[in-house]
């Protein structure tokens, strides 16, 4: 190359341009893979919230189909009503039938008989006799249980209201 031919320069001149935009795509384009790495990570990290978020809507969806199921099931409603005299009832209001009723032995007054492994339908209603005296008066509630109700429920024993006789 002779020093004063004048294309060669410029022909150096352009080659070092280009060897200066080459070094700077170069530089940039780490960038990008750094920067494209980065935006792959964050792409997998947002699916992965995505799909967590997924799974927690379809076990919420699942729990109210179960509790709304649950609702709906017919449920035995088992109550002590006040009849005359002595005698009490067991009735059930519920809207399935109630089976092995049972008046626990908690506060219930001696001498008469228990309720004990009593079927109630729907709406029927048993009668029972249950006295007090000074020392075990009538209690003011029965535990009870019954099938699909194990622990036992407190049931307030109603009030005896006397019948007032018309003249």
């Known amino acids: 190359m002779n020093w004063g031919d004048a294309p060669a320069w410029a022909a150096f001149a352009l080659s070092a341009a280009a060897l200066f935009v080459s070094i700077k795509a170069r530089q940039d384009g780490k960038r990008s893979a750094d920067a494209s790495g980065k935006s792959a990570d964050a792409a997998v990290r947002s699916a992965d919230a995505a799909e967590a978020t997924l799974a927690d809507q379809r076990r919420a969806a699942q729990e109210d189909r179960w509790a709304r199921l ?24 519920g809207s399935a039938p109630a089976r092995a009723v049972t008046v626990g032995e908690r506060d219930w007054p001696p001498g008469t ?11 029927e209603a048993k009668a029972f006799m249950m006295a007090g005296d000074m020392v075990h008066p009538v209690p003011t509630q029965l535990w009870l249980t019954w099938s699909g109700q194990e622990e036992p429920v407190a049931h307030a024993v109603p009030l005896r209201t006397p019948r007032i006789r018309k003249r």
Request: aromatic letters at 8%; glycine letters at 8%.
């Open 70 to 93: 649950e609702a709906e099931r017919p449920r035995a409603d088992v109550v002590v009503e006040y009849v005359s005299g002595d005698t009490w009832a067991l009735r059930n209001k």
């Open 113 to 123: 008989e228990r309720p004990a492994g009593w079927e109630l339908a729907c709406g």
